[in-house]
Structures are given as structure tokens and as C-alpha cells.
């Protein structure tokens, strides 16, 4: 019974010895993730009507890009990326799409500042 008496002189719950069970036979376990409390999901419309202003905002800051940004063939590729490949593909994978032609999007700005 010695074993099962912590240092306060109390006797420790089943909790306990059961942590301190897998500690002992596990010591490099991690504790599980704790889950995020459940959120109402959106509707599709919702979700369409978002993704469909995130390509239009990406399509106008694609077109106030100057001259020497249009020449260059990162301009055509994210052109191509919000029409024609978003389009094709289902509304799970346009997040994805849409992530891709705002990273492109952006080095073509940093490229414009630079030249």
C-alpha cells in the first residue's frame, strides 16, 4: 500500500494512479490534442459566395499589376490559376488554388517594387 500514497499522506484517486501508470510505462507519450469546440458550418452558398470575393479581390490586385509584371510568366501562370483552374476544380480544393495565386500574386508585387 506504500505505493499508493503520495507525499501529502493521502491516498491517490484511480486518476491518478492511472496517469501515473502510463507516465511509468510510457514516458514518451504525449498527452491527446484537445478538439476545438465543434462550429456551425457554413452553407455551401456561404462558402461559394467567399471563395468567389477572394478570387475577384486576387483577379483585381493580378490587374493593377504595371507593364513589366505582365511580361513576366508568373503573371500568365496566376491568371490561369484564378480562372481556369479554379473553375475546374470542386469548392474544397479552390481554397488551395486560391492560396497558390495569392503566393504568386505577391512575389509578382515584390517583384514590381523591386524593378
Given at each position: 500500500?506504500?505505493?499508493?500514497?503520495?507525499?501529502?499522506?493521502?491516498i491517490l484517486d484511480f486518476a491518478a494512479k492511472s496517469a501515473l501508470i502510463t507516465l511509468i510505462a510510457m514516458p514518451d507519450r504525449r498527452p491527446p490534442p484537445r478538439k476545438p469546440a465543434p462550429?456551425?458550418?457554413?452553407?455551401?452558398?456561404q462558402r461559394y459566395d467567399e471563395l468567389e470575393n477572394?478570387?475577384?479581390?486576387?483577379s483585381v490586385r493580378l490587374q493593377s499589376l504595371g507593364?513589366?509584371?505582365r511580361k513576366h510568366p508568373?503573371?500568365?501562370?496566376?491568371?490561369?490559376?484564378?480562372n481556369?483552374?479554379?473553375?475546374?476544380?470542386?469548392?474544397?480544393?479552390?481554397?488551395?488554388v486560391l492560396q497558390s495565386a495569392?503566393?504568386?500574386?505577391?512575389?509578382?508585387?515584390?517583384?514590381?517594387?523591386?524593378?
Open positions: 500500500m506504500r505505493g499508493n500514497i503520495n507525499h501529502d499522506g493521502g462550429q456551425k458550418r457554413q452553407s455551401f452558398r477572394r478570387r475577384a479581390e486576387l507593364d513589366p509584371s508568373g503573371y500568365k501562370r496566376a491568371l490561369t490559376l484564378i481556369e483552374i479554379y473553375r475546374r476544380e470542386k469548392l474544397p480544393q479552390r481554397v488551395a495569392a503566393w504568386l500574386i505577391d512575389i509578382l508585387e515584390k517583384l514590381a517594387s523591386s524593378l
